[in-house]
Nanobody, 115 residues
Framework: QVQLVESGGGLVQPGGSLRLSCAASGSIFSINVMGWYRQAPGKQRELVATITVVGKTNYADSVKGRFTISRDNAKNTVYLQMNSLKPEDTAVYYC?????????WGQGTQVTVSS
């Protein structure tokens, strides 16, 4: 089993920054993709960014140039640096660890962008 614990959410003004962290524990295998997804009220969960174990990244168009995903393989931790935040970034952000056959989710952390 794998446990994912997110931290770093909160309330920020438009144009501000936040950094999310997600630490994975349990039975971690080296071949995996870690990522962040978000779900706003009344909307489906959507991809924000993913990163492979060798550092290949993928971003949603809506966050390109503003968000940066990174990971520390030694710590089994993935980060999401969010800059130039907009009200439309408001959502619950979920960490994901994906293997070819299965995946795991964190409990989510709330990010609210509001003045």
């Amino acid at each position: 089993q794998v446990q994912l614990v997110e931290s770093g959410g909160g309330l920020v003004q438009p144009g501000g920054s936040l950094r999310l962290s997600c630490a994975a524990s349990g039975s971690i295998f080296s071949i995996n993709v870690m990522g962040w997804y978000r779900q706003a009220p009344g909307k489906q969960r959507e991809l924000v960014a993913t990163i492979t174990v060798v550092g290949k990244t993928n971003y949603a168009d809506s966050v390109k140039g503003r968000f940066t995903i990174s990971r520390d393989n030694a710590k089994n931790t993935v980060y999401l640096q969010m800059n130039s935040l907009k009200p439309e970034d408001t959502a619950v952000y979920y960490c994901n660890l994906q293997y070819p056959a299965t995946g795991y989710w964190g409990q989510g952390t709330q990010v609210t962008v509001s003045s």
